[in-house]
Nanobody, 120 residues
């Protein structure tokens, strides 16, 4: 089994910064793409950013230039540096990984989510 544990959420004022972390653990043979999704209150879950094992990245238009995703393959960990935060960034942020494990083969895994609130 694969577990994803997020950390780093919280309350921040508009214009502020936060850094989210997500560590994958368990019976992992390999991890392909990892990413961050978010679900604003009353809305659907949406992609924020993802990064491949080779370091290629993709961002939602709404966060380009403000958020940066990075990855430490040795630690099976990704990070999301969020700058110039806006109230519309308020959401539960979920970590995702497409990983190869003994039990499920290649499959999607999700973290439990971490709350980010941007408010004055």
């Amino acid at each position: 089994q694969v577990q994803l544990v997020e950390s780093g959420g919280g309350l921040v004022q508009p214009g502020g910064s936060l850094r989210l972390s997500c560590a994958a653990s368990g019976s992992i043979f390999s991890i392909n793409t990892m990413g961050w999704y978010r679900q604003p209150p009353g809305k659907q879950r949406e992609l924020v950013a993802h990064i491949t094992s080779g370091g290629s990245t993709n961002y939602a238009d709404s966060v380009k230039g403000r958020f940066t995703i990075s990855r430490d393959n040795a630690k099976n960990t990704i990070y999301l540096q969020m700058n110039s935060l806006k109230p519309e960034d308020t959401a539960v942020y979920y970590c995702n990984a497409y990983a190869l494990s003994r039990m499920r083969g290649w499959a999607d895994y999700w973290g439990q989510g971490t709350q980010v609130i941007v408010s004055s």
